[in-house]
């Protein structure tokens, strides 16, 4: 009897002994399968979106995540979404609108972060935007009707507009107008700016917060104000995190 009660005993585990530590394992275990449903579920889902959208192509080895994008494709829409791009999982916070003839090139590892605001990036009719690679699309609104070009690692920060186009007529003998807009390798675009049509801002810019930017932008420049007007300058910022 003695026995089998010190069997019994050691059979037992002790608070914070072993058994605990195979509990993590397992609930460790289950996260990971988890993970990788959602994945392979997501990737499905991207099969099947580029199955019915014929001009949609999305790397191999960009994020699954893009799997909960809106997409507003016309059937001559073309959508390029490259290696090493990445977004956050939050269902419908990334919206592509490409409408017919339109063009839009998301460059290698550019991160579109939408989990503080959504990220909206609109090609109309036959209009181009492409972003440079490593680039950061955060809570903003790119908008062309001609083009909107970005280089590489230009950042654009929460709330920020960026418009190629008035978007309306201003009235009956003055009618919209579209000009593209350039923004610069290693340029930082703050939070709350507006940059307007014909824009070009140059390489290794700062447009401070709340700008609006209606003419160019040396190279090397600190901006802002309404509207934006150099107020200093900016080194090289290639290594800027």
Not at 16 to 33: D, E, I, K, M, T
Not at 149 to 178: A, C, I, K, M, N
Request: glycine share 10%; aromatic share 6%; hydrophobic share 40%.
């Amino acid at each position: 009897m003695q026995a089998a009660k010190a069997a019994r005993s050691e059979a037992q585990p002790s608070e914070g002994g072993p058994p605990q530590r195979s509990g993590r394992r397992l609930s460790s275990r289950a996260v990971r399968l988890t993970l990788q449903a959602i994945q392979a579920a997501d990737r499905l889902r991207l099969a099947w979106l580029k199955r019915w959208h014929p001009g949609l192509e999305i790397d191999p080895a960009a994020s699954s995540n893009f799997a909960v994008a809106r997409y507003l494709l016309a059937p001559r829409a073309k959508l390029r979404i490259r290696a090493g791009a990445v977004t956050c999982r939050v269902p419908g916070a990334l919206v592509f609108l490409v409408e017919d003839g339109a063009e839009v090139e998301i460059g290698e590892g550019v991160w579109l972060r939408t989990e503080l605001e959504p990220v909206r990036v609109a090609a109309y009719a036959g209009a181009r935007i492409l972003t440079g690679p490593e680039s950061l699309l955060n809570g903003c609104h790119l908008s062309a009707k001609r083009e909107v070009r970005l280089g590489r690692r230009v950042w654009v920060g929460l709330g920020s507009r960026v418009f190629d186009s008035d978007q309306h007529d201003f009235d009956e003998t003055r009618l919209l107008q579209s000009e593209p807009v350039s923004i610069g390798d290693y340029t930082w675009i703050a939070s709350d700016v507006t940059v307007m049509r014909g824009v070009t801002i140059g390489e290794h810019c700062i447009v401070g917060a709340r700008s609006l930017v209606t003419s160019d932008v040396e190279p090397h420049t600190l901006a802002f104000g309404l509207p934006a007007r150099a107020r200093g300058k900016v080194g090289d910022r290639s290594r800027a995190t």
